[in-house]
């Protein structure tokens, strides 16, 4: 085995994924975002006195690590309720550390747990689109 030419650099560990793959991932982000700022703004906005601003920034966070940790690392190796149950679990810490990160102190336990349970509900169906659509083979 000999090497005859150097025609590139690996500088990543990380896959690399194709095109469309990677547009599936985008769309589904899109999604996932779009629900929880849906939800968390239908139920923070009443429940407490943050603005769309915060709950922007809530959502954007809850969005992001759920669907690593929930949907690509836990969901796979799993199955929807678990994953649903980790999603929720993870949105109620996130939701009420916000008090603590930004030193607002407005969401109660009770306001972040009603959000966090909220988007449980929407985790169930976008863990099917997410069985359907990401992980087809699985």
């Known amino acids: 085995y000999e ?3 150097v025609t590139g650099v690996q500088t990543c560990a990380l896959p690399i994924f194709s095109g469309g793959e990677l547009m599936k991932h985008v769309s589904a982000l899109f999604i996932k975002f779009v629900m929880v700022l849906v939800v968390l703004e239908l139920a923070l906005l009443k429940l407490t006195n943050l603005t769309l601003i915060d709950i922007l920034y809530i959502s954007a966070v809850v969005t992001v690590v ?3 940790i929930g949907d690509l ?3 796979p190796l799993s199955n929807n ?3 649903t149950i ?5 949105a109620l810490v996130i939701i009420f550390m916000f008090n603590y990160l930004w030193n607002i102190r407005e969401i109660s336990f009770s306001d972040a747990l009603s959000a966090s349970l ?4 929407g985790e169930w169906f976008f863990h099917k689109y997410v ?3 990401i992980f087809p083979n699985r």
């Open 3 to 5: 090497i005859e030419a």
């Open 66 to 68: 759920a669907y690593i």
């Open 73 to 75: 690392l836990i969901l």
């Open 81 to 83: 309720t678990v994953a």
């Open 86 to 90: 980790a999603d929720t679990g993870l």
């Open 118 to 121: 909220l988007l449980g509900v």
């Open 131 to 133: 069985a359907k659509e």
